[in-house]
DNA sequence: GACCTCCGGTTAACCGATTAACTTATTACT
DNA sequence: AGTAATAAGTTAATCGGTTAACCGGAGGTC
């Protein structure tokens, strides 16, 4: 392969300056057609495109926007291993990001400094946050002065950043309130962690809510703690659950993940969904209507999400839009084989 | 936030020229171990770390690695949307890559010159790519410099590029042979396109050689196609199947996926696997124990694939190790649900 | 003492773009 | 006609590193 071309090459087989060429590239309107017209045919001939390392470099702007993923701790060795909620996220935000000829680069991160680090490194452009980061990450943030996009936080910072979220307290009060509707009292709900998780709680404010207005009282005995989301932290929650029976007859959770890990769990024990549990998921994956039976679940467009955050940000890279907002989208429940009438 | 401090910034705070600072950062023996220490106490003082960007300019190295995913023509849009393989395949790629020091980027690729220039613009150290392409492509990589392993590909590339792939004919042939030893004759094979996935024949090859064991004649009558590889694609076939019933009770799938779709197809259409149907699916993604019945399948390590990929192809930048070799990963049956002695 | 070799550093060119500042020719205006 | 403004380029510094070439001094050898 001979050498790729520099725009010195170019400038020379067009017998304009470097800058000229530079300008032609950037469309700056101080060229005229006619030369305009010999630049591109000279191009054109070497098969000549910028040297983006290069352009970073000086334009400090590296058209690449950078996803940050939470790693669980004790499995920090796969980023989005199984995670089918990532997935579809990641999957939207590539789209929108090549079409505006953005790459994009994504990392898990443990260690808070390895994460700066990775924006300052490879001068990140726009930063996409998923999930909850220790706060000292947030503070951090405010001093990098690139456009970030949060996506699932309830923190204070709402202000200071972008954000995409979800109508996460309506999702639990729809869960819910299905499961009221079909006759069931006893409903648990499975979290991964209340504490912890700001989506989780908002989630289980909605629950709560149904649950009151059905003048049912909330209690703790139904809550159920997992601590990552696999089909294995549902199973386990499942048996859990099925040992610790309170008459419990409905399950709201907060992903379609542990619901079907809590299916499995459920018939292994040789009980039936939705005969014996009516279970509720939360995400509407794309597998939750090839499994047996059928997954109910409240839908949300992740895939959606993932072009929003990417739109919103590469907006406000541009700065076509520079005050931050806040975009929550709808929820909706999709009633499918899980649950049944009581 | 003050600007980022540059090598120049630690020169001058250590007292020395910028060249020695950029030899303690690659470790160049040139220094002596008191202004090495002198050195790194300023750069730890002003926090200071290399730009990779000006990095990759002036070494031609950008410590970054490419995957390239083949983009099915009508879902442009999701590059790996639903596609639990390339998931797990990539986070096995993050994870090596992590540890030694390199970022991934990912890019789904249709248009060949979009590919070419993605890995010239970004000067990517090494590329990785899944799946099949246009033939164009190879030959074009062949002119391109950097390290490149390709993954299940059965093309006459393998002296050219590294290579990890699976034992696809044992697999095809393993399958089958479950299927025969368990009494069944009529074995449908379902398959993404043979014609144009050598993955794909190789699995048929070894799926034929189990049947005229048992002899059993293979007919083109019971082989199905399907375009993608979704949960609708398997829903689709398995349909297709069902109505074009040659008496088929056994079924060998290419992936999980399809047979998770079809498993779907044949319950709606009120018959049942395994009583019906006998199926054996491929890949043994994280979801085959949690589906009902759970999925007989064969077993590769995909996960292992995308670190084993990573480590070879990091290997070969580093060269420490510069031929070109191939790697076959093993299979395995494993044994589930969803198919029975008849 | 003359010569050679290391050692430990510095200088400055370079990677491939961008862009502020400058130049020159042309057109516009009074 | 004289001056200003504009159009169309060019020059050269710059982004933040790397590294070949150079350089002075200490130590070793005969």
New interface residues.
């Given amino acids: ?1 001979n050498k ?1 071309p520099t725009i010195r090459d170019v400038a020379k087989q067009a017998g304009v300056s470097p800058a000229t060429v530079s300008y032609v590239l950037n469309d700056v309107k101080k060229v005229s057609d006619k030369t305009k017209a010999v630049v591109l045919e000279a191009i054109e001939q070497l098969n000549y ?6 352009v ?2 000086s334009k400090k702007k ?1 058209n690449l926007i950078g996803i940050m993923l939470p790693i669980i701790e004790d499995s920090p ?8 909620y990532y ?2 996220f ?3 935000v ?2 929108v990001a ?1 079409n505006r000829k953005f ?6 991160v443990g260690d808070l400094d390895e994460c700066k ?2 924006i ?4 990140i452009d726009g930063l996409i946050i998923l999930g909850m980061f220790p706060e000292s990450l947030y503070n951090e943030l405010k ?3 690139i456009p970030i996009a949060l996506i699932d936080t309830y923190e204070d910072y709402t202000n200071l950043f972008n954000n995409v979220k979800v109508n996460d307290e309506y999702g639990g009060y729809l869960a819910a309130k299905h499961l009221v509707e079909l006759g069931h009292r006893n409903i648990a709900f499975v979290a991964t962690n209340l504490a912890m998780s700001p989506v989780d709680r908002k989630r289980y404010q909605g629950f709560e809510e149904a649950l009151k207005e059905a003048g049912i009282q909330p209690s703790s005995k139904f809550i159920f703690e997992t601590h990552d989301i ?2 294995e932290d549902g ?1 386990k929650v499942g048996k859990e659950l099925l040992s610790s029976d309170h008459g419990i007859t409905g399950i709201v959770t907060v992903s379609d993940v542990l619901a ?2 809590m ?2 769990a459920i ?1 292994q024990e040789g009980k039936q969904v939705p005969e014996d549990y009516s279970i509720v998921g939360f995400d509407d994956l ?2 939750c ?4 039976p ?1 997954l109910t679940t409240i839908r949300q467009d992740i ?1 959606e999400k993932g072009k929003l955050a990417a739109d919103q940000l590469v907006n406000a890279i541009e700065s076509l839009n520079s005050e931050q907002k806040t975009i929550e989208m709808p929820v909706e429940l999709i009633v499918r084989e899980s649950t049944r009438s009581l």
Same sequence: chains 1, 2.
């Fill in positions: 392969m790729k495109f910028p040297d983006f390392t290069a970073s470099l590296s060795a796969s980023v989005f291993k199984n995670n089918l997935n579809e990641v999957s939207g590539e789209l090549r790459d994009t680069m994504i990392t898990g680090n990775w300052m490194k490879r001068n001093n990098i002065n696999t089909f199973a079907i890990g299916i499995k018939q794309s597998i209507k090839y499994i047996t059928s895939f």
